[in-house]
């Protein structure tokens, strides 16, 4: 009995001793091969990175390939002393450009010229009904008549009255009233006048004339349509084409060279035509935005070749530049 009691409490023990899960061994072995196979990675690539430096040449220093050799380039020979020859594009503009107005309120009853049509200065383009203003001018006509016929009466009463005032036949009461009235006749008679005067420029507003000479380029009322002059209703649009203005742009230093005058070829892509000019005016001030010079030149244009709002090329002739003064 005395031997058998350590067994038993051996037996105990073992019994109550606790088992490690399977699940716990098998993760750690697997983290331990995962660890194991990136650090042989990482060795075989620093490896190779090492093998690739030794195989690439150096850089610099006495191992370094030789640099090519650059073929020698021409000293450049100094330009001639000439001004720079300007170059530029600008373009065509009429010489002159009017808008026709009404000058009167009404119905248009004529309308002669069309687009395209070329006029003369002082042709007669459009006329508005005018029989009212026409018989507003007979009534201030009729009205000066009457007026002129009161001041004669009135002066003859006014020279009555003085003569009989110096023989002292009259009252001065009634010399100061025939006074009156012959002044208030005068009155009247200036006022008829007048009234004549703007029942005439009535008339005369009715009937539109060309006020340059040139080409009508637009037409925007039709004959039958209601004009009106306050506002006034824009009715023709006439251009003088014979000549034409071309402006172009040129920078700042232009300003050394170009003078009023100075030549220039003008050539326009759109027609192939070319043609020589001058400059004819030079703007008075540089532009700040853009540090460029607006010049401008006339071109001859009366065989009507060219037409407003063409772009044009424009060549500057260079001039040899004057020599240095010491």
């Not at 700042?252 to 050539?267: D, I, N």
Request: proline content about 7%.
């Amino acid at each position: 009995m005395t031997r058998m009691a350590p067994i038993a409490r051996m037996t105990r023990t073992a019994s109550m001793t606790p088992m490690i899960p399977r699940t716990r061994v098998t993760h750690a072995s697997g983290a331990l091969l995962g660890a194991a196979w990136v650090a042989l990675a990482l060795a075989g690539c620093g490896k190779d990175s090492r093998a690739d430096h030794q195989g690439l040449p150096t850089a610099v220093g006495a191992g370094a390939p030789p640099l090519p050799v650059l073929p020698a380039l021409a000293k450049a020979e100094a330009p001639a002393a000439t001004a720079p020859t300007g170059r530029s594009t600008g373009t065509l503009l009429p010489h002159a450009e009017v808008a026709v107005v009404a000058r009167a309120s009404g119905v248009v009853s004529e309308l002669g010229v069309e687009v395209g049509a070329h006029v003369r200065q002082g042709q007669i383009l459009f006329r508005i009904d005018d029989r009212g203003a026409t018989l507003r001018l007979a009534q201030a006509r009729t009205q000066l008549a009457a007026a002129e016929l009161q001041q004669r009466t009135a002066e003859v009463e006014f020279r009555r009255a003085k003569a009989l005032l110096e023989q002292q036949a009259v009252t001065q009461q009634r010399w100061d009233q025939a006074s009156a009235e012959f002044e208030a006749a005068r009155v009247g008679v200036a006022q008829a006048r007048n009234g004549v005067a703007v029942a005439d420029k009535a008339v005369v507003d009715a009937t539109a004339r060309a006020p340059i000479s040139g080409v009508v380029v637009t037409r925007s009322v039709a004959l039958g349509d209601y004009v009106s002059d306050a506002p006034p209703t824009r009715v023709l649009v006439l251009q003088d084409q014979a000549t034409l203005e071309l402006k172009f742009r040129l920078p700042e230093q232009a300003l050394a060279t170009v003078r009023t005058g100075a030549p220039l070829r003008v050539s326009v892509p759109a027609l192939a035509i070319s043609r020589a000019a001058e400059v004819s005016i030079v703007a008075p001030s540089v532009d700040p935005r853009t540090r460029t010079i607006e010049l401008t030149a006339v071109l001859d244009n009366r065989d009507g070749a060219l037409r407003p709002g063409l772009m044009a090329d424009v060549a500057l002739a260079a001039a040899p530049a004057s020599a240095p003064t010491p």
